[in-house]
């Protein structure tokens, strides 16, 4: 019986070319938009604009060169290659999703949480890929934090939800559908299927108490407050 071979991790040029084309699609959506009667402007606060196309062509570079250095490495097992293909697959759903709030003439706020998500997931890329090339390891910017994913997860770049949801639980009062809703809805600034060690560090940084008190209510007092 021969051995299974060892499945690769290399960035699916299917993917890739989806990508393209949905970001092509979105940049002649914008385009119609704004010549229209019917242009809106989508914006986090009356004093900034926020200019979404600009925002994803930034996010759309960086993929790129990320993409095109991790190729030129020939990482295809690397673990900065594992988290890049499971990135280009949450980048896809992303845009997925934008192309189809273009269609719609009611969509400022699912536009706006899309953006904000488009912003912090090219924050995750320049600090996972710093200047395009892979981190060899992360450096959290609280050392007890770093500690205690590389306790549970050692030099791996994400996990998925599931699994950071029961490393975590183990140690601090998760309890209830309320409270692991709560918990994922706060830690989920890139992506809802993974937690990254981007996403735990920028975590840790707003939201401190969730690593000094075990009530996990405090906690989303806390995240709830900060949100209103």
């Known amino acids: ?46 004093s900034k604009p926020l200019n979404i196309g600009q925002i994803l062509a930034n996010l759309m570079t960086l993929w790129r060169i990320a993409s095109d250095k991790n190729d030129s490495l020939n990482r295809t097992q690397s673990l900065s290659a594992i988290f890049m293909s499971k990135f280009q697959l949450n980048l896809l759903q992303v845009l997925e ?4 709030t273009l ?18 997931m ?11 090339n892979p981190v060899e390891t992360y450096t959290f910017m609280k050392s007890e934090v770093g500690s205690w994913w590389e306790r549970k997860f050692g030099k791996q ?21 309320e409270m692991v809703e ?28 969730w690593l000094q008190e075990s009530n996990c209510s405090v906690c989303f007092t806390l995240a709830n407050n900060a949100g209103a």
């Not at 269609?103 to 912090?120: A, G, H, N, P």
Request: proline fraction near 3%; aromatic fraction near 12%.
């Open 1 to 46: 019986m021969k051995p299974k071979a060892k499945k690769s991790c290399t960035l699916s040029p299917k993917v890739s070319t989806r990508i393209e084309q949905r970001y092509v699609d979105i940049v002649k959506g914008l385009q119609r938009e704004a010549s229209s009667s019917l242009q809106r402007k989508y914006i986090l606060n009356e």
């Open 97 to 100: 999703n934008l192309k189809r």
């Open 182 to 209: 709560k918990l994922h809805s706060t830690i989920s600034f890139t992506s809802e299927s993974y937690v990254s060690v981007f996403q735990l560090d920028l975590f840790s940084s707003l939201y401190s108490v």
């Open 157 to 177: 770049l994400f996990v998925t939800w599931p699994g950071f949801l029961q490393a975590f639980a183990n140690e601090y009062d998760v309890t209830g559908r």
């Open 103 to 120: 269609k719609s003439s009611d969509s400022k706020d699912w536009r706006t949480k899309l953006t904000i998500q488009i912003i912090y």
């Open 122 to 132: 090219s924050e995750e890329l320049k600090s996972i890929f710093p200047n395009g």
